[in-house]
């Protein structure tokens, strides 16, 4: 699997900024967990855009929910991730795979190759 970095990057990265949390479904891989945090609390809906977009990529986010993605160390791919990884850590803020900040870093570090 090698996603597409021109379409992937921004909607991790638009997913990310909207605060949702991504995760394999654990009881069948092939799906998805998703749910956003929103001012009351964890919501389980997406918004309508970002839902079809996540819909068109699951299964190349499944693959870098699982550890497929290795960010490009020639093109500041490896630097970009930890570095946002390190600063959204110094906030206090989750950095898991599928986390919010985690989203915004690898999209961040994947569009360095456009």
């Given at each position: ?80 991730l930890g570095e946002r990884l390190g ?10 795979p599928g986390s919010a900040a985690w989203l ?11």
């Amino acid at each position: 699997m090698n996603p597409n970095p021109h379409e992937l990057a921004p909607l991790l990265v638009a997913l990310g900024r909207a605060g949702i949390d991504l995760a394999p479904h654990p009881t069948d891989p092939a799906r998805l967990r998703h749910r956003r945090l929103t001012p009351a609390g964890w919501a389980p809906d997406l918004p309508p855009d970002l839902s079809a977009r996540l819909r068109m990529h699951k299964a190349a986010v499944l693959w870098l929910l699982s550890g497929g993605c290795v960010p490009d160390a020639e093109i500041d791919g490896a630097y970009i991730l930890g570095e946002r990884l390190g600063v959204a850590d110094g906030l206090g803020m989750p950095t898991h795979p599928g986390s919010a900040a985690w989203l915004v870093a690898i999209g961040e570090s994947m569009g360095t190759k456009q």
